[in-house]
């Protein structure tokens, strides 16, 4: 069973748009998943605007790699080197627990990710 950071099982993040490194809706990740793609967070205009200006073009939809690009609202499993580069500019992309990845915990920590904490 795949686990969240709260020890429980691995919730969807979003399936519409689908999401994850696997695209199952979840944040799963594994050895082929390289930026490890663990984080589901919700996307904000201020995320997305940050997240372009560091070089991490989340709205431009890429067809050719499954993706429609984002707009605020939208769940999607990000990076977690990612989401903390954001965190760390002092913007914080809400984060839903029970969808983000058990392993998001060996970059960031549960008091990190709970600052931007969104239940379902």
Request: net charge neutral.
């Amino acid at each position: 069973m795949k686990k969240n950071v709260l020890g429980t099982a691995l919730q969807t993040c979003c399936t519409d748009p689908l999401t994850g490194f696997y695209r199952d809706g979840k944040c799963n990740t594994g050895p082929e998943d390289r930026g490890k793609h663990t984080v589901c967070a919700i996307a904000t205009e201020e995320f997305l605007r940050h997240q372009v200006a560091v070089g991490n073009d989340l709205v431009t939809p890429r067809p050719e790699w499954g993706f429609p690009g984002l707009k605020p609202g939208d769940g999607w499993c990000v990076c977690v080197e990612r989401w903390k580069q954001s965190y760390d500019a002092g913007i914080v992309a809400p984060v839903r627990l029970e969808a983000t990845h058990e392993k998001a915990l060996e970059v960031v920590t549960l008091e990190m990710l709970l600052k931007g904490t969104r239940l379902n």
